[in-house]
């Protein structure tokens, strides 16, 4: 009978464990292609030429590969010192990127205060009191004269929380998973402006190619205004041409203003990167140039990401904390089995406090339960529940958002190949067509119109060129930052930097 009883409650005890444990925690699924669909597709000229080649007939190259750069310091992959330095500052003095590791320093100080209810809990207590009680209190007739005494105590407790119905365990657990989602919060806010220290520089320096690209299309123009004045002045032609060389010559100066202005919004905007003062640096001109080597970034398993990128990193991490937070909630159903103990001494003077005579102890334990709530408890594991779903939900939204960053990346590095490829043809073409509208109109064969015509081809193709070149760089970044930043395996020594943030 006895043993029948033990098997009962030993199962009652399984059950109620059970009932109040947070569920096992399953990777969610997702749907994972088997590779990149861009990165299948070969970078081919329209009309079939699959072999990208420059417009003087050479092989045009894309870039080269770095798969020989240290993992998680991609931008070296650019061979770029003035880039190795701005990132280096960047990630030295960045304000944003301090707020998340001081964020992610709270939230292993909480997972730290979480662990402390693992462990016992011991106080000391010293106290000094002047009472005066009423007669009732000491069981005495009403208006019996109780003198006022001094009292004096001293008194160590301990308490322990058993952890029956795994409420400390699931708050340890939820814990830890939020200390992750902030210190994989902290990557990516370190990526996120690595990112962008290199796009704002590589648009710096796209900026600067444009003007110097208009300052050649200045030059021109004032050569058209000498030739066109010398003429007016000879009489060979009316002064219709002249008006329209100056109109084009200020219209060039007013684009070159304007690109001075977007190349100080743009220096700007990196010295916030850099945690400086907008006005306390001066980037140098340093056009981008046809020399730009770009590395060539394996896009790898589309399965990877899930290692790789930190957004996603988040998504995980929260997700096992609202698992462990439904562990939470159920428990409050439960008893809370507290065992507490104290020991110390009172008298009526601080001496007698130590006096085996004064000594008192207290030994216990408290059990207890809810009983009527309104149903609160049941709300709270509702809500937990339905937290779940939504960090489930967002997980799979962040992989989805990372697949098609990658596809989008890709698909646009593919086509700037394209276009680069082709913007070369036009630039030769429009320089040698600038070339000989020039000799003709000096040689008056030909209307100042057409020379105009052909200068802003010129112009207009030779930007594009430029464009493009700081287009592929800054996408290139794009990729990379898609890919998780690295793209051999995921960044290493990411708590590295995390833990060297914790001790500035």
Request: net charge neutral; charged share 20%.
């Amino acid at each position: 009978m006895k043993t029948t009883q033990s098997l009962g409650v030993a199962l009652l005890a399984a059950l109620l464990l059970a009932a109040c444990a947070a569920p096992e925690f399953r990777q969610p699924d997702v749907a994972i292609p088997a590779a990149f669909r861009e990165a299948q597709r070969p970078a081919a000229i329209p009309g079939g030429e699959a072999v990208v080649r420059a417009a003087d007939g050479t092989t045009w190259q894309v870039g080269r590969p770095a798969e020989a750069q240290p993992r998680g310091e991609w931008w070296r992959a650019f061979n770029d010192a003035t880039l190795n330095a701005l990132i280096d500052q960047a990630t030295a003095s960045n304000q944003t990127l301090a707020v998340a590791a001081a964020r992610v320093r709270q939230a292993r100080a909480i997972a730290g205060i979480a662990e402390a209810d693992r462990s016992p809990q011991a106080g000391i207590g010293i106290s000094a009191d002047r009472v005066r009680r009423s007669p009732l209190e000491v069981n005495l007739p009403p208006g019996t004269p109780v003198p006022t005494a001094n009292v004096y105590a001293a008194r160590l407790s301990a308490s322990y929380e058993v952890d029956l119905f795994g409420r400390v365990s699931s708050s340890v657990a939820a814990a830890r998973g939020e200390a992750g989602a902030m210190e994989a919060t902290y990557r990516s806010v370190l990526l996120s402006l690595q990112a962008d220290v290199a796009q704002t520089y590589f648009r710096m320096r796209s900026l600067d190619a444009e003007l110097a690209t208009l300052e050649h299309t200045v030059q021109l123009r004032e050569e058209s205004v000498r030739i066109t004045g010398r003429r007016f002045e000879l009489g060979d032609i009316g002064e219709l041409d002249l008006v329209r060389a100056r109109s084009a010559l200020a219209t060039a100066r007013a684009e070159a203003v304007g690109l001075q202005r977007q190349r100080a919004a743009a220096e700007h905007a990196l010295a916030v990167l850099l945690g400086q003062p907008a006005s306390a640096i001066s980037a140098p001109v340093s056009p981008l140039d046809e020399a730009l080597a770009l590395p060539v970034v394996p896009a790898g398993l589309p399965s990877a990401l899930l290692q790789r990128r930190p957004d996603i990193a988040i998504a995980q991490r929260g997700m096992e904390a609202a698992n462990a937070r439904i562990g939470v909630s159920r428990a409050a159903m439960f008893p809370a089995l507290t065992i507490g103990a104290a020991a110390g001494g009172i008298g009526t003077s601080f001496a007698d406090v130590f006096k085996w005579s004064s000594r008192s102890w207290l030994l216990g334990a408290a059990l207890a339960a809810p009983l009527l709530d309104g149903g609160r408890i049941r709300s709270d594991v509702a809500r937990s529940e339905a937290a779940l779903e939504e960090a489930v939900a967002a997980y799979r939204q962040s992989v989805l958002t990372a697949f098609a960053e990658v596809e989008d990346n890709l698909a646009a590095l593919r086509i700037l190949a394209l276009q680069g490829a082709e913007i070369d043809n036009a630039v030769a073409s429009a320089r040698r067509s600038a070339d000989l509208a020039q000799t003709l109109y000096r040689a008056g064969r030909s209307s100042y119109l057409d020379l105009l015509d052909a200068q802003r081809n010129l112009a207009a193709a030779e930007r594009n060129a430029v464009q493009l070149r700081g287009d592929r760089a800054v996408t290139t970044v794009a990729l990379i930052r898609a890919l998780g930043g690295s793209w051999d395996a995921p960044l290493a020594g990411g708590n590295q930097v995390i833990g060297a943030a914790d001790g500035d």
